[in-house]
């Protein structure tokens, strides 16, 4: 059995972690004054080559694919010739799946890549190095990742969700044999300004969680380099858990 104990020095563990990521946050924003420095620039922009254009194939691929199975599933349910087939696709893809996958492959690829970053650079001591020479880590190591992951992951987003859509459309069009084009003004007529501003706001908050998270514990290594792997593994499980928990408070808020 959990002891009581136990239960108690995790919540106060889950507590202090929360605590520190939203307080990094707030850091970072502090420092974004130093976006003017150029070697901050070229922080930034590698951050988001890494994050969010190299990514832009494998997100191709899956999200045609996401597309391609919410049609063949949702037409066994309801016919082919359903005019809830692409509806359903639309809203599937904006109001979740977009998202929340895409939230997803950003932890897997990057939320790991930037926490044994930072770990490493830790451990190694190069982040002391840059404070003996007067140069703050906040401004040119933290807030640049920061700002990079959250800008990739409202894109991606978005590009996952046109990619999804357009690979489910394009399977649609081949199976009923009808111009493409057709099917793209059934998805416009389904979409609102509410559900696209929801999956918005859900792709900011999932980019600056993931981002702050990553950093935070990637600062948080002492001087043993078997920190790193523990680490890693603790910025992934409470990303996805702060992703879970606001996809689900975003989305009982937009429907009351």
């Known amino acids: 059995m959990i002891s009581t104990q136990k239960i108690g020095e995790k919540t106060i563990g889950a507590w202090t972690h929360t605590v520190g ?17 150029a070697p901050v620039r070229q922080v930034l922009y590698r951050q988001i080559y890494f994050s969010g254009i190299e990514a832009l194939s494998k997100v191709t691929l899956i999200a045609a694919l996401i597309g391609i199975v919410i049609i063949t599933q949702v037409s066994n349910f309801v016919g082919l ?41 830790k451990v190694s001591g190069e982040i002391g190095a840059l404070r003996s020479m007067g140069i703050d880590p906040l401004g040119y190591l933290i807030m640049p990742r920061v700002l990079g992951v959250t800008v990739s992951v409202f894109f991606l987003t978005f590009y996952f969700q046109f990619a999804a859509i357009f690979g489910g459309l394009a399977l649609s069009s081949v199976l009923l044999d009808t111009p493409l084009i057709q099917h793209f003004k059934n998805v416009f007529e389904a979409l609102s300004f509410g559900e696209v501003g929801v999956s918005a706001v859900k792709a900011l908050i999932f980019g600056l969680l993931i981002s702050a998270t990553s950093c935070y514990h990637g600062q948080r290594v002492q001087h043993s380099i078997t920190e790193i792997p523990q680490t890693t593994t603790a910025a992934v499980m409470q990303s996805l858990f702060f992703i879970f928990i606001f996809d689900g408070l975003i989305t009982v808020v937009s429907f009351l």
């Open 21 to 37: 990521v939203f307080g990094l946050l707030w850091i970072a924003a502090l420092h974004l004054r130093a976006l003017h420095i």
């Open 81 to 121: 010739h359903s005019p809830l087939v692409q509806r359903m696709l639309v809203w599937t893809t904006i109001r979740e799946m977009g998202p929340l996958i895409s939230a997803i492959f950003i932890i897997a690829r990057s939320s790991t890549a930037v926490t044994s970053e930072l770990a490493a650079m």
